[in-house]
């Protein structure tokens, strides 16, 4: 039996939508980040061929097997997705469904057993009441009760709170640069996102620059001058130890001078707890505005999708410090827990503007609601 129904069809959903501008809008950006995941997809394979290594080739025989330009071309992001998040759809819709299909008798013990699949996939305690809530209300409001209804309602409520938070990321070309600050706690993936936020950015035919605003390690300024090297993109950097928030403005005031787009500013990871850090946070927020008073344009929080609850109170710590705009949760490729992403939605609707899925470069998927519930529940 299949529980969950999926809304794939884009243009059906077009008709359903009264086509109002938001949707025209979000349609657009879709078809262009269509084709821009085209691209990526062409350039990663190029890469491949590159790499691999001699023993590694295809015979013959395999390589009739190979599949065609137009069947790549056809496995679309929502594909990706879907294989992608499989550890949290094993921990999450597949649990579900077999909640069900143990027990036909739709009664408390249920809806408990499915708060404990909410709880598990880390969706939150607050969350989780506030959906099973929910559930129980539309349920009754239609009078049903049969485990179609019971999840059916379930993808309803979910879908609502991922489309809380869908808000795609638009750099607006008449800030010149446009600033990104990237901001998170140690070994979150922040270092990685910006080379794949330069890279897609890059892409899309804008002229990009990086600071390496993480002087704390050696290691981490040498990390983000190869990414650059590699997808030949400028890196602004200074020695080990530097001022952090001067990097940055020296890293504006020459991607002005240079007519960039945009400059995406790396930082030092710190704890959330580490209050003489947050205030260096702070600092370098300051010092940016004395460069450019409507800048940074972005400042994003890099999350761990595997963190758990701890998710919270670093989005809590880091937004006292400096205002996020955005967040990107990574390593959901990872993660049996992907349930982390409603339990943000739920307490601090900052849009995920991004998400993680991979350590390549081209394992960075523009957030979107409808697909992520898809891939967790199907
Ligand atoms: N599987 C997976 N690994 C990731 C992802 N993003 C980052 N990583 C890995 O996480 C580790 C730490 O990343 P890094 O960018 O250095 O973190 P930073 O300390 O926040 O700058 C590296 O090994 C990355 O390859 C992701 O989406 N999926
Ligand atoms: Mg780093």
Known sequence: MKFFKRKKNKKSKNKDNNQDEQHQSSDQLQEHEEAIEQQLDDDFMTETVVKEPEEARPSESEQEQTPSQEQVAESSDEQVLDQRLEKTQANFGKKM???????????EELFEDLETTLLMADVGANATMEIMEEVRKSLKRRNLSDADAVLGALREQLTELAKQVEAPLIIDTTK?????????????????????????????????????????????????????????????????????????????????????????????????????????????TRVIKKNDETAPHETLIVIDGGTGQNAISQVRAFNEANKLTGLVITKLDGTPKGGVLFNLANEFGIPVRYIGVGERSKDLKPYRAEDFVNAILD
């Open 97 to 107: 469904k077999q909640l069900f299909s143990f027990k036909k008798k739709i009664d």
């Open 176 to 284: 010149k640069p446009y600033v990104i600050l990237v901001v998170g706690v140690n070994g979150v993936g922040k270092t990685t996102t910006i080379a794949k936020l330069a890279r897609r950015y890059k892409n899309e035919g804008h002229k990009v620059m990086l600071a390496a605003g993480d002087t704390f390690r050696a290691a981490a300024v040498e990390q983000l001058k190869t990414w650059g090297e590699r997808e030949d993109i400028a890196v602004m950097a200074q020695k080990t130890g530097a001022d952090s928030a001067s990097v940055i403005f020296d890293a504006m005031t020459s991607a002005k001078a240079r007519n960039m787009d945009v400059l995406i500013a790396d930082t030092a990871g710190r704890l959330h707890t580490q209050s003489n850090l947050m205030q260096e946070l702070a600092k370098i």
